[in-house]
C-alpha cells in the first residue's frame, strides 16, 4: 500500500497489543514511509513493543501503556541515537517537547525502578545541558535510584532546574545524596519530594545545602514526610542565612505549635525572603498561630500566602492572622 502522503495516524484505545505494533513497526521502517504522528495511547502495548526507532517520526504518544524498565531502556536507547527527530514523547504523563533534546520529562507512575533510572541517567548523560524538567513520583526509586540521578545532576552541564520525587520510597539516604547537589554550582530551582519517609534526619542532611551560598534551590516541598518541630528548627535556620528559598510546603506533618514558632525565629528575620508557606493540617492550634501573626509583624515585608487549612486555631487564633490581611504594611495577600 502507499504510505507516502500520510503524515499522521491515531490508533489510540484499539487492542493492538505487541503484535500490532510489530506489524506497524514493520511498515514505519519502509523507506517511503513519511508518518510525522502516531498515537497509540491505551493500546495494551508493553516493552516489548518499543524496540523499533522510525528516524522521522516526530511526535508518539504511548500514554497508558504499561512499559516498566524494560521499556525506559528501549525508549532511551531511541532517544540516545543520532537520527532520532522525535520531538515530542507522551508515556503515561510522560512527554518529552523540543525540536533538538530533551526538555520535559514525565515519568509518573510508571513501574519503575531503580534499575530504569540507571538506564535513564545513562541516556541523560550523553547530553546533560538540554533538560530542565524530570517528574519520577510514584515509581520505586529508592534511594539508589536518587544516587543514580545525583551523579548528572552534579555534572556541570546539566541544567534541570524541576526535579520532583514524589512517593518514591526514600529515606535520609536520598537526602544526603541530594544535598551535596545543592552544594554545588547547581541549576536546581524546584525539589519535590512529598510522600516519602525522610523524617526530621532526612531534612537535616538536606540544610547542610540549603545553607550553602552556591545553592539557589527556591521551591522545597515536604508534604507527609514524617517531619516535626526538629525539621522547623533547621529550616528557621536556612531562613535566616539569607537563603533564595521561596517557597515552603510542609504540610501534613505533626509540626504542633511548638515546630511553627521554631519556624517564627527564621519568619521574622530580615534574611528570609519566603513568599510561600504551606502548613495545612499539621496540628496547630491558636498558639501557632499567634506565633506566625507576631512573625509577619516583625518582618511583613515577604510573605505573600499563608495556607494553615486543616487546623484548629480557634476564632482568636484565625482573627490574629486575618488582621493581617488589612494591614497595610503587612505583603499578605492569600491567607487559607
Known amino acids: 500500500s502507499n504510505l507516502s502522503h500520510l503524515r499522521e495516524l491515531d490508533l489510540s484505545e484499539n487492542e493492538l497489543k505487541n503484535t500490532g505494533v510489530n506489524h506497524l513497526c514493520d511498515v514505519l521502517k519502509d523507506s517511503h514511509c513519511k508518518l510525522e504522528r502516531l498515537r497509540l495511547g491505551c493500546c495494551d502495548v508493553t516493552d516489548e513493543g518499543l524496540c523499533s526507532n522510525p528516524s522521522h517520526l516526530r511526535e508518539l504518544d504511548l500514554s497508558e501503556n504499561q512499559m516498566k524498565n524494560t521499556g525506559v531502556n528501549h525508549l532511551c536507547d531511541v532517544l540516545k541515537d543520532s537520527h532520532c527527530k522525535l520531538e515530542r514523547l507522551r508515556l503515561i504523563t510522560f512527554t518529552?517537547?523540543?525540536?533538538?533534546?530533551?526538555?520535559?520529562?514525565?515519568?509518573?507512575?510508571?513501574?519503575?525502578?531503580?534499575?530504569?533510572?540507571?538506564?535513564?541517567?545513562?541516556?541523560?548523560?550523553?547530553?546533560p545541558s538540554h533538560l530542565r524538567e524530570l517528574d519520577l513520583s510514584g515509581n520505586k526509586v529508592k534511594n539508589k535510584g536518587v544516587k543514580h540521578l545525583c551523579d548528572v545532576l552534579k555534572n556541570l552541564d546539566c541544567k534541570l532546574e524541576r526535579l520532583s520525587l514524589n512517593d518514591c520510597d526514600l529515606t535520609d539516604i536520598s537526602c544526603s545524596a541530594l544535598a551535596t547537589v545543592l552544594g554545588l554550582d547547581s541549576s536546581l530551582k524546584e525539589l519535590n519530594?512529598?510522600?516519602?519517609?525522610?523524617?526530621?534526619?532526612?531534612?537535616?542532611?538536606?540544610?547542610?545545602?540549603?545553607?550553602?551560598?552556591?545553592?539557589?534551590?527556591?521551591?522545597?516541598?515536604?508534604?507527609?514526610?514524617?517531619?516535626?518541630?526538629?525539621?522547623?528548627?533547621?529550616?528557621?535556620?536556612?531562613?535566616?542565612?539569607?537563603?533564595?528559598?521561596?517557597?515552603?510546603?510542609?504540610?501534613?506533618?505533626?509540626?504542633?505549635?511548638?515546630?511553627?514558632?521554631?519556624?517564627?525565629?527564621?519568619?521574622?528575620?530580615?534574611?528570609?525572603?519566603?513568599?510561600?508557606?504551606?502548613?495545612?493540617?499539621?496540628?496547630?492550634?491558636?498558639?501557632g498561630y499567634k506565633a506566625l501573626a507576631s512573625a509577619l509583624r516583625s518582618n511583613p515585608s515577604h510573605l505573600i500566602e499563608l495556607d494553615l487549612t486543616g487546623n484548629d486555631p480557634g476564632q482568636s487564633g484565625v482573627k490574629e492572622l486575618s488582621d493581617l490581611l488589612q494591614d497595610p504594611n503587612c505583603q499578605l495577600k492569600t491567607l487559607r
Open 96 to 127: 518529552y517537547k523540543n525540536p533538538n533534546a530533551l526538555i520535559y520529562l514525565k515519568l509518573r507512575y510508571c513501574d519503575i525502578t531503580d534499575e530504569g533510572c540507571s538506564a535513564l541517567t545513562s541516556a541523560l548523560r550523553s547530553n
Open 193 to 287: 519530594m512529598n510522600s516519602n519517609n525522610l523524617q526530621d534526619s532526612g531534612v537535616k542532611l538536606l540544610c547542610t545545602g540549603l545553607e550553602n551560598v552556591k545553592c539557589e534551590l527556591e521551591i522545597l516541598r515536604l508534604r507527609g514526610c514524617g517531619l516535626t518541630e526538629e525539621s522547623c528548627s533547621v529550616l528557621a535556620t536556612v531562613l535566616r542565612s539569607n537563603s533564595s528559598l521561596k517557597e515552603l510546603d510542609m504540610s501534613n506533618n505533626n509540626l504542633q505549635d511548638s515546630g511553627v514558632k521554631k519556624l517564627q525565629n527564621g519568619l521574622e528575620d530580615t534574611n528570609c525572603t519566603l513568599e510561600k508557606l504551606g502548613l495545612s493540617d499539621c496540628s496547630i492550634t491558636e498558639e
